[in-house]
């Protein structure tokens, strides 16, 4: 599955983005999909993820309460609303799809910048 993700931008802290990440192929209802993030000089980090069916979502705990991940499969698309947006969230942002093993051996697109002002 190849990945397409969208809708970075700058925004001040405490404003909201909707990212969207969109997939070709016509399997993408049996993957799970997952944002993740990097700064650089840090490690990549996980941010949320949701399972195939959408029934399951998992969050870091950084983000929690604020950031919201979902699918739609008819339109092979996965969003992550990023509400209450902190400068330690300015990132690249990268949406990846796996079946099974790990995030790393999984399908991942570019990445998209956010930037958030203080």
């Known amino acids: 599955v190849q990945l397409q993700a969208s809708g970075g931008g700058l925004v001040q802290a405490g404003g909201s983005l909707r990212l969207s990440c969109a997939a070709s192929g016509h399997t993408f209802s049996s993957y799970s999909m997952g944002w993740f993030r990097h700064t650089p000089g840090k490690e990549r980090e996980f941010v949320a993820s949701i399972t195939w069916s959408g029934s399951t979502t998992y969050y870091a705990d950084s983000v929690k309460g604020r950031f919201t991940i979902s699918r739609d499969n008819a339109l092979n698309t996965v969003y992550l609303q990023m509400n209450s947006l902190k400068p330690e969230d300015t990132a690249i942002y990268y949406c990846?799809?796996?079946?099974?093993?790990?995030?790393?051996?999984?399908?991942w697109g570019q990445g998209t910048q956010v930037t958030v002002s203080s």
């Open positions: 990846a799809a796996r079946r099974a093993g790990t995030w790393s051996s999984g399908s």
